[in-house]
């Protein structure tokens, strides 16, 4: 997997759009970039994955711009039930075991 | 619903007393992920089996070792557990083919070591 850097933390307020941005400057051409959410003591929890450009879905959006060396994760009007740490992956299918590895994450605090 | 199941949701141990934690899946995948989350850390993958398949990470402690009788039934021992063994333990699945990079995890068991 790509190695990403995403913010450690972050805090916005309830129906602001939050934008979490990772950067994977060694992207390679077959990887997909790949987000995850995790409530407190809950497990993680695919979102959203894309390749380039826009993916739009029930729970975000995902910018990829044309270099893909960064993402853009995009929630709109967040509310109180958004506050969780979101990870970004970058990576192809390696082996039919399809391994991942997390990052540090970004802790969002969404405040009333 | 289809899902991945974790018992206990907490459990408490003595330091030394070998413990046993447990997932089981109403998915049918073939790949099942141990990970160990402390806190406010990401998840460490610990092993995973590919049907019976064991592969275990470079890095995961001999403490640590796995059962998968059949499809639906994973087990995650800890011989011997330290303080430092003190964690939220994820099982997770995924299906060969399936998305890249989607896995479905269960709710964790937090584990306590007194």
């Known amino acids: 997997l790509a190695k990403t850097t995403q913010p450690i933390s972050m805090d916005s307020y309830e129906g602001q759009e939050v934008n979490i941005t990772c950067s994977h400057n060694?992207?390679?051409?077959?990887?997909?970039i790949t987000w995850y959410q995790q409530f407190p003591s809950q497990g993680p929890r695919f979102i959203i994955q894309?390749?380039?450009t826009k993916v739009t879905n029930e729970v975000a959006s995902l910018f990829i711009p044309a270099d893909r060396k960064s993402s853009t994760l995009s929630l709109p009007r967040v509310s109180l039930s958004d506050t969780a740490v979101y990870y970004c992956l970058v990576g192809d299918r390696k082996n039919r075991d399809d391994k991942i590895i997390f990052g540090k994450g970004t802790r969002l605090h969404i405040l009333p | 619903d289809a899902m991945v199941i974790q018992n206990p949701r907490y459990q408490v141990t003595q330091f030394g007393k070998p413990v046993t934690l447990s997932c089981s899946q109403t998915?049918?995948?073939?790949?099942m992920y141990w990970y160990q989350q402390k806190s406010s850390q990401a998840p460490k993958l610990l092993f995973h089996?590919?049907?019976?398949?064991?592969?275990n990470e470079a890095d995961t402690p001999d403490n640590f070792q796995s059962r998968r009788p059949n499809t639906s039934f994973c087990f995650l021992d800890i011989r011997s557990p330290g303080l430092g063994d003190a964690a939220m333990y994820l099982c997770?699945?995924?299906?060969?083919?399936?998305?890249?990079?989607?896995?479905?995890f269960g709710p964790g068991t937090r584990l306590t070591v007194l």
């Open positions: 997770a699945t995924s299906i060969p083919g399936g998305r890249l990079h989607e896995q479905f």
């Open positions: 998915l049918n995948h073939n790949v």
């Open positions: 089996y590919y049907d019976k398949d064991f592969n």
């Open positions: 060694n992207i390679a051409t077959n990887d997909y």
């Open positions: 894309g390749y380039k």
